[in-house]
């Protein structure tokens, strides 16, 4: 029988918190007046995760344990867990426990009352992260929100739940790199959210370093907007103004004599348009790049086995186009 709630849990690397995950998510959702299953997407885990759930898989019957052959990312995990998820309402929640499990069943009370696709989980309190992590998430989401148009919440990540028909929608769509946090208000569906206080990490290191956070801001961006192209192109417009007008005044400056020999305006002028060039050709291969990685079709994940089913071979139930297994 087919669950009436899906928990999709990506995890890497996570072998000291599952133990404490399973403690609290397995109450909250044995207490449900719901079915449910918990699909945990190891996401080619080096440490002991693997051997700790199967030792959970053992003990927690609506456990499901799916393994990609190798690590593919953060979101590329969420998206292997949505593919495989059969509820007619979807959770994805991290396992780290910085957003707390004890919020689900709100989230699904409200999507049952309310009658919404979507249920943001939406950090009313993050007093445990950094000053610079609180100030530089608000100004990424203000900028995307600006940027693309969307209707990104503000404080709002991967913690969320939706409807089979927003899950169907986003496993139907062909784009890689998909950003969820992102992608989900793009659809549209009516929506609504639930405030909740991030807790610290229970256990283990963070898995998003400054540098996956800025692969992620720059798929959010050439993703969601194509506003970073009119900025080059403004860019190469003010630079040429900028250009003619330095020409002009060394000719009208030529003519009346006062011309001084000097290399300064001549390098701070190369200078300055050399940047602006490369500013826009980095602006348009970040482009350029996404449409290649488009092209290609390369899936973003493979997957090895399903607890559910065993070890998946090309000729099993087949995903979306965008995450095709081999």
Known sequence: MRPELSIVIPVYNEEDVLPLLADRLRPVADGLDATYEVITVDDGSTDASPVVLQRLLREWPQLRVVRLRANAGHQAAISAGLASARGAYVVTLDADLQDPPEVIPEMLARARSQGVDV??????????????????????????????????????????????????????????????????????????????RRDERAAGRSKYPLTAMIRLSLDSVTGFSTAPLRAATWLGLLGGAAAFALLAYALVASAAGQALPGWTSTVVAVAGVGAVQL??????????????????????????????????TAADEPLPAESRQA
């Open 119 to 196: 249920v943001y989980g939406v950090r009313s309190d993050r007093s445990t992260d950094s000053p610079f992590k609180r100030a530089s998430a608000r100004a990424f989401y203000r900028v995307i929100r600006l940027l693309s148009g969307t209707g990104a919440q503000v404080d709002a990540g991967d913690y969320r739940l939706m409807s089979r028909a927003t899950v169907d929608a986003i496993n139907a769509l062909p784009e890689h790199h998909r950003v969820l946090r992102f992608v989900v208000p793009a659809l549209g569906f009516p929506s609504d959210s639930v405030p909740y």
């Open 279 to 312: 500013l826009c050709l980095g602006v348009l291969g970040e482009y350029v790049g996404r449409m290649y990685a488009h092209l290609q079709a390369r899936p973003t994940y493979f997957v090895a086995y399903d607890s559910l089913t065993g070890p998946v």
